[in-house]
T-cell receptor, first 112, second 114 residues
């Protein structure tokens, strides 16, 4: 079945550093999403991308929908302690799709 | 907007007991999803409802699991009888189908079966 390969699995960074994580697949997707999950909570949508090549920002977060439609990345600039959590990529495969495919997540730890 | 509301937040039960998890989706959302999250398997889709009708239940582990959506504002996930391997965090999520928006997740129910 369709899989999203998310990397890295975990990261330890210093406060103030920039962060980059990505998601790749052998399948084509037409919508890419990035979620963040805080401990004890459900995933929260951060950014949605709908067109190949699209680059979208949300505050310190920037995400891009890859040209091949098989990948996406998320960057976080000037990390702060509250950025700690698990970041998931997710994607829909076609128009009218209902089922999101999720990556396994990237666990981010920020050292003050 | 109160978001997706799940109850209880935590449930500890003994093996063999019946467990019922509850979900109130966001008003106006016509799709509802139940997910299970574990360290080993990540987020797994259990069942998907559209306009209160179950569309895809292929992710339901076995007959011990059942889900209902009697109206647009309420859904339940029932496990009977529960087993220790059912211990996980169960999420409900909802979506409006006008576009490929992401789901809105509830805060989850952490189930522990002892």
């Amino acid at each position: 079945g369709q899989q999203l390969n998310q990397s890295p699995q975990s990261m330890f960074i210093q406060e103030g550093e920039d962060v980059s994580m990505n998601c790749t697949s052998s399948s084509i997707f037409n919508t890419w999403l990035w979620y963040k999950q805080d401990p004890g909570e459900g995933p929260v949508l951060l950014i949605a991308l709908y067109k190949a090549g699209e680059l979208t920002s949300n505050g310190r977060l920037t995400a891009q929908f890859g040209i091949t439609r098989k990948d996406s990345f998320l960057n976080i600039s000037a990390s702060i302690p509250s950025d700690v959590g698990i970041y998931f990529c997710a994607a829909y495969s076609g128009a009218g799709s209902y089922q999101l495919t999720f990556g396994k997540g990237t666990k981010l730890s920020v050292i003050p | 907007d109160a978001g997706v509301i799940q109850s209880p937040r935590h449930e500890v039960t003994e093996m063999g007991q019946e467990v019922t998890l509850r979900c109130k989706p966001i008003s106006g959302h016509n799709s509802l999803f139940w997910y299970r999250q574990t360290m080993m398997r990540g987020l797994e889709l259990l069942i998907y409802f559209n306009n209160n009708v179950p569309i895809d239940d292929s992710g339901m582990p076995e007959d011990r699991f059942s889900a209902k959506m009697p109206n647009a504002s309420f859904s339940t996930l029932k496990i009977q009888p529960s087993e220790p391997r059912d211990s996980a965090v169960y999420f409900c999520a909802s979506r409006m189908d006008t576009r490929n928006y992401g789901y809105t997740f509830g805060s989850g129910t952490r189930l522990t079966v002892v």
